[in-house]
């Protein structure tokens, strides 16, 4: 259809509505009905009208709906990093679901490393180009969130825990589902089980190291403070620590890592050192991105409820924009434990 069309002159939008309609055979009203996204057309009009659109070179001036209706229909998103096949996740699921209600998504993209300055970007969000945020940050620093504050706009936090945000958070259970990945562990006959952490901004890897203690101690198993390290939630940072193994006197048996890059770093480590996994060491991840059933041995790890987070931050966020009121609701969702070839029983020396 769109070779057939020609490009329309530069002239009012309503010059362009009225050429739309004529080629698509319809009504200047069921034309506008179909750019707005507001009021009934029927599936194969709207489409139609939309591929007509795209071939005239029409695009929405955001500015005059923002005059009109004072909403852009844009969320923006903020990450520090777009790497992370976590966080990937994450943006993938919020973008679908957004989609679905009918809103743009913007990502912003913001330094962890910022040094006393709120990125440009953010600014720019936050000055009227989108109707709400949603926040997924475990690696920046606190100014972000303030700036978000002071600025009064609709905001979800996605995966926060540190409960002082007074911001609406929906985010996937950490303690409980940790908790259970270290009793799988415990049942399996380990005692020497080490913990690698995360970054602490979000609060994610506190609460899950959280559950780690509280699991050994009701096991009457001693905390050792030399088996919980840091690793930054980088494989790199659970490389390196598992290189470290060979060299500890009484090394551990098993390894939980407060996310799945780290646990993938582990496995690389392990291999390099001439230590099989679970033969010799148990490992358990956190998140379940999609390597983590490809590797060999699957990796044991905690699914977030990713695609449900999301679903749940943009209707959380909807409602502030509808409502035109701040809430600070949180929405726990639950983890589940899933169990692949990286665990097995511990062997006795």
């Known amino acids: 259809m769109q070779d057939h069309i020609p490009k329309v002159k530069s002239g009012s ?22 750019l707005s996204g507001k009021g009934f ?9 939309l591929t007509a659109a795209e071939a005239v070179g029409y695009v929405p001036n955001i500015s005059a709906k923002v005059l009109k209706r ?6 923006g998103m903020v990450v520090t990093e777009l790497r992370s096949p976590h966080i990937a996740q994450v943006v993938a699921a919020v973008s679908f679901s957004a989609r679905d209600i009918g809103q743009d998504l913007f990502i912003c993209l913001v330094d962890e ?21 949603l926040i997924a940050l475990p690696k920046s620093p606190e100014l972000v969130l303030e700036a978000v504050k002071r600025s009064g706009i609709p905001t979800v936090l996605l995966n926060y825990e540190k409960g002082n945000s007074k911001m609406a958070v929906v ?43 509280d699991a050994l101690v009701a096991a009457d198993v001693a905390i050792d403070p030399a088996l919980i390290v840091q690793g930054e939630f980088h494989q790199t940072g659970g490389f390196a620590r598992a290189l470290e193994l060979p060299a500890m006197s009484d090394r551990p048996t098993a390894i939980f890592a407060a996310n799945d890059e780290m646990a993938l770093g582990v496995m690389d480590a392990a291999k390099s050192v001439g230590l099989q996994i679970p033969t010799d060491l148990s490992l358990i991840g ?64």
Do not use: W
């Open 13 to 34: 939008v309503a010059a362009t509505v009225h050429h739309i309609a004529a080629v698509v055979g319809v009504s200047p009203m069921t034309v506008s009905r179909a």
């Open 70 to 75: 004072a909403r852009t229909n844009v969320i």
């Open 41 to 49: 057309v029927a599936k194969a009009t709207r489409s139609r009208v």
């Open 286 to 349: 956190f998140d379940d991105i999609p390597t983590a059933s490809y590797v060999l041995p699957g990796l044991t790890t905690v699914r977030q409820a990713t695609y449900e987070i999301a679903d749940a931050g943009i209707r959380t966020l909807m409602r502030q924009i509808d409502t035109k009121t701040i809430t600070t609701e949180q929405i726990v969702l639950p983890s589940q434990l899933i169990i692949r070839g990286s665990t097995g029983l511990c062997k006795q020396d």
């Open 171 to 213: 985010r996937g259970d950490n303690y409980r589902a940790a908790r259970e990945a270290v009793e799988h562990l415990l049942n399996l006959g380990h005692r020497r089980i080490a913990f690698i952490a995360g970054s602490s901004f979000s609060g994610q890897s506190p609460e899950r190291e959280r559950a780690y203690v």
């Open 113 to 133: 490393h910022s040094s006393g300055q709120v990125p440009s970007a953010l600014k720019h969000l936050m000055s009227g180009i989108c109707d709400g945020l």
